[in-house]
């Protein structure tokens, strides 16, 4: 007897199908139904009859609304959404090397998701304690963020004020702002190493963090 499908599985299946519709230009119900041959069925039609309909129904939600699942988000038995290879797959999946770290990517897509909502009625919603893959990880980059942001140097906190101007130090200024590895509690000789053993960096480029440091020592007479 053949055991009964999930909703999230039927889903995925569906998603699969899409994919092979553009990779093999396949007429849709071509391409379900040999998604459906690959699992031992017959056609579609007789695969997406062996939906479990004995599983808990989620409450109706107003037409306009539809559930969201972020990166990491448990969408059925031990299944969670990728949104970077867009499929729904067990923990194993994630295991494998992506091009963004997991809890980073989940954070991100909260903090968005959640500003969105704030800014505009959504058409999406997120049940509130949503399980996620990767709460413990987001918890301690959470925690890495806070501890970043406490030890920032007055001069990194002054540096970075500056990236709006339209000068070598503002162009400087919006590098070190978006570089994730600077030393934000960098005295100014610690700030010149890293750029110049890590990035590389020109000798005018040198030349402008000085700048950058007289100036911010002049401003605090």
Known sequence: MTS??????????????????????????AARDQIAQAKGFKNWSVYAKQVDNKQPKRPRRPSAHKRYYLHGDLEGDELYRCRECDVISGPAHFAAPHRTDHAERALVAIDRFYTRAKDAAPTDYRPVGAVNLFTAEMALLIEARKARKASESPFYRWFC????????????????KHDKLFPVEASLLKAQAYLENERWVSGRVLEVLQEAWTEFSASKK
């Open 161 to 176: 004020q500056q990236d709006l101007r339209n000068d070598p130090i503002g162009d400087l200024a919006q590098e070190v």
């Open 4 to 29: 009964p499908i999930s909703a999230a599985q039927l889903e995925q299946s569906r998603r699969d199908a899409q994919r092979l519709v553009k990779s093999s230009k396949l007429p849709a119900y």
